[in-house]
């Protein structure tokens, strides 16, 4: 997508061809539509208006109502972060430096922005590929917001002018995905130099552990129990701690994994949201519900006692079953079950393979836990618990 396909739908023209095609889109109706439109419209406005409108409907799911006046490119909607993860973020940033000059280093199509901006934080963005800024600038045009967006490489950029530096550097190559943070664009080399001033930095949530600077802080991200991110937060930002989980949309954050001992599962098994579990704080759980660990180096969590807390999901324990195919396969047929959650931790199969295999057909539905215990796997035949949740931890 090249910079003039976004700024057609800019103009007077280009602005009613999208509302148009936006008002008659649905999924897989691209083709009837382009064909309808080309009979009134050029063919060129036509496709970048056709293109937005399946973007904007895709949008929805990250941006809500606002996808509706954005702009997008396919990459930088895939890239780009969601409304609460960056209204989070933003928050942090003007709670500890309110009113703050911040400058996003690699900024998409302009989501953190958006964010920053309706947080009262006076925002620039710099984006390298000139439709991604195109599409910035106009983001920020539609939704009423004040800032610039600047076309350029984040290495050549002078950030001693601002507060805060937040950067996302581009973990993919060749269109794939990059789990390795040496392999980060701009180079981890400029991520950890930005980190010895006042910056946040969005990163993978598979970062390692080892490779936070002294000093700085890493935060994992869920959101509806779903893990998003990592930032690494320093200097001002800094919040004197070294790993935090932050569960969405609750709010709920711990920082710290108190010891917990080792014992045989009880009437409930916890299952810790996916934050807390890469941020290392599974201990916070057994905590929170006063329980223990199944094994102490997997992040199940037991206890006798039915606690609610956002930071786990819970499931009552119903029986222990040998982990052998042909038990379990009797089991699902005494049990009528045809519904079958299989959730694992430290076991090496595939869960889609497994229920395949037992073939459920019945009417009753289950949870499978599946884990190891020292050297030995075993399994627990479970009922999801929904709780009503407290976000003061």
């Not at 009113?99 to 199509?109: H, M, N, Q, R």
């Not at 439709?131 to 600038?137: G, I």
Request: hydrophobic share 45%; with cysteine; glycine share 8%.
């Amino acid at each position: 997508m090249d910079p003039s396909s976004i700024t057609s739908l800019l103009t007077p023209d280009g602005s009613a061809v999208l509302a148009e095609t936006c008002a008659a889109f649905s999924p897989g109706s691209e083709l009837r539509l382009v064909e309808q439109l080309r009979r009134r419209y050029d063919a060129a406005l036509v496709t970048a208006a056709v293109t937005q409108a399946s973007l904007r409907h895709r949008a929805t799911a990250k941006f809500g109502a606002d996808a509706e006046r954005m702009y997008f490119t396919p990459d930088g909607l895939e890239q780009a972060t969601r409304t609460t993860v960056g209204v989070h973020r933003a928050t942090r940033i003007a709670q500890a430096l309110p009113g703050a000059t911040v400058v996003d280093l690699g900024c998409g199509i302009g989501g953190d922005l958006i964010s920053a901006a309706r947080a009262g934080l006076r925002v620039t963005g710099v984006e390298r590929d000139p439709a991604t800024a195109t599409a910035a600038r106009a983001n920020l045009a539609a939704l009423g917001l004040p800032g610039e967006v600047l076309v350029g490489d984040a290495e050549a950029q002078d950030v001693s002018q601002y507060e805060v530096v937040f950067a996302d550097p581009a973990r993919r190559a060749d269109g794939k995905r990059v789990f390795d943070h040496n392999a980060y664009s701009p180079p981890w080399s400029f991520i950890t130099e930005l980190l010895t001033g006042t910056a946040c930095v969005k990163v993978a949530p598979g970062i390692p552990h080892s490779a936070v600077p002294d000093g700085v802080e890493a935060e994992w991200v869920s959101d509806a129990g779903e893990v998003k991110e990592a930032a690494l937060w320093s200097g001002k930002l800094y919040a004197g701690t070294a790993r935090r989980a932050t569960l969405l949309p609750s709010g709920a954050t711990v920082t710290s994994a108190p010891e917990a001992v080792s014992a045989p599962v009880g009437q409930y098994i916890y299952e810790p949201d996916g934050a807390v579990v890469r941020a290392g704080l599974v201990t916070a759980v057994a905590e929170a519900v006063d329980g223990w660990l199944l094994d102490p180096r997997i992040a199940y969590v037991s206890g006798d006692a039915l606690v609610a807390t956002p930071l786990a999901s819970a499931y009552e324990v119903i029986e222990e079953l040998p982990y052998k195919e042909k038990a379990l396969r009797s089991w699902v047929r005494a049990q009528d079950i045809g519904t079958l959650e299989i959730k694992k931790r430290g076991v090496d199969f595939d869960p889609a393979v497994l229920r395949k295999k037992l073939s459920p057909k019945g009417s009753a539905s289950a949870t499978l836990i599946v884990t190891r215990i020292g050297r030995d796997a075993v399994a627990y035949s479970c009922r999801r618990l929904a709780l009503a949740l407290d976000s003061n931890i």
